[in-house]
């Protein structure tokens, strides 16, 4: 019997058992960090009828009141940060700094999201009429986050959908339930019963949700195999999706460009929370002109950085997150091994124990290559050498997946290329800047629907247009 701590649902305003438990692993240890709860069908039932029971009140709450409470959720987040991080690093992986930014970041948007109000448009205000529209919230809504940030992302949907009127369900990856469903038991006291409830479970859960009939919307952050899926799954209902699904985006470094800092940004960018980045650099186009000099510059970084457990003081980058991710991160260096791809940087030890893997960086590999072609996921990098910077651009955008990009170099080339992008997202000469007004989301299978921002906000709202004539029909 194991002594790890267990944690608890969030059912309704009261913290509930499930029937069974899971163990939750720190992917730097392999030990068992905590326990989470299975919910069984009749649970995600009861958090679905609760959830409903609680929208007529909660829509017809005035948005200053849920603003405020959304508000104070994110302020309890904060308080609570020094706990919730040391839990997010043992379950997730990454270093104590990142974990306060994951969660920072949740805390953040619930501030941000509780100062948007969801505009009235009038189209025409004549003597003879007023035509305006108004957004109403769309009902229950299903909150799916990854394991990569899982708060940030998850609270990226939770604050907008309370905010429009919306009352949620969240389920958290079966990877990295606990901190959120810490935050559940902090968001008690906060929400009223059902407004919020958190489930997690085994992989059977998140299909149960995505097809169960209580929901009019599913906000899903994941894989774009499991986006498919969802997507064949919301359609018997016709439910809502956000979609924020994968991507393998390019980074193309023109001649010209400031080496040094390029190098140094673009090190980061592709390289924090070991490369498992939705929106992370994960294939790097490099003018010939100032390749050699990049790829040095990167690979002394990667070797100078520490990789290890993300709880001990100087750590950098941590472990892969999970087993099945690392097996897959393992089979694609395995690949570039088996092809006699160079190896820039990536051959140091890491720790035996963990699901570690060097900061990787792969010397041109040909444009069919699975690490150019495949989303890694992880502390694995192409740089591909070119000398034309239209066929750059072409490969760049030859690709299934639409999420980001960046350009580094000359700045009006720079923006030009950003501007001929196919992708949702474009950074030129910086990286990952996310300011809250700013929407964000995916091209192509990347998704659609987006986050972030008033249009994210309106993402959990129906249009509700009102034409009234001024001359009144009555006797
Ligand atoms: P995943 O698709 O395996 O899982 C995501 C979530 O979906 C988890 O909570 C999981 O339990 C749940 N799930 C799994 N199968 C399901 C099903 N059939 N129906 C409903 N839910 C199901 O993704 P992941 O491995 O946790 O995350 C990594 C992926 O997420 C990467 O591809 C990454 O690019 C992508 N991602 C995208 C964004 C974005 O904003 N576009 C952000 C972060 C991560």
Redesign the pocket.
Known sequence: MSTARTFKLLIDGASVDGESLFDVINPATEEVVGRAPDATRQQLDQAVASARRAYPKWKETPIAERQAMVAALGRVINENIEELKRLLTAEQGKPLGDAEQDIGGGAYFCAQSAELTPPVEVHEDSDVRRSATYRVPLGVVCA??????PIA?AFWKVAPALVAGNTVVL?????TPLTTLRIAELARDILPSGVFNVLS?S?R???W??GHPGFDKIS????????R??ME?AAPTLKRLT?????NDAAIVLPGVDVQSAASQLFQAAFANSG????APKRVYVHSAVYEDFAASLAELAKQAKVGDGAEQGTSFGPIQ?RP?YERVQDLIADCRTNGYGFLAGQDNVPDKGYFVPLTIIDNPPADARIVRE?Q?GPVLPLIRFDDIEAALEQANDCDYG?GGSVWGPPELAEEIALRMDTGMVWVNEFGSMAPSQP???RKQ??FGV?NGMAGLLEYTSIHTIVTAKQANVA
């Open positions: 799916i986050a990854p394991w990569n940030f992302i389920k958290p990856s079966p990877f479970g992989d859960l998140g299909p949700m995505t899903f952050t994941g894989s774009t195999a499991t986006g899926r969802v799954s979609l924020e699904l994968g991507g498992q980045v939705c929106f999970n991710q989303e996921f999420l964000f989301g995916g990347s998704g986050e």
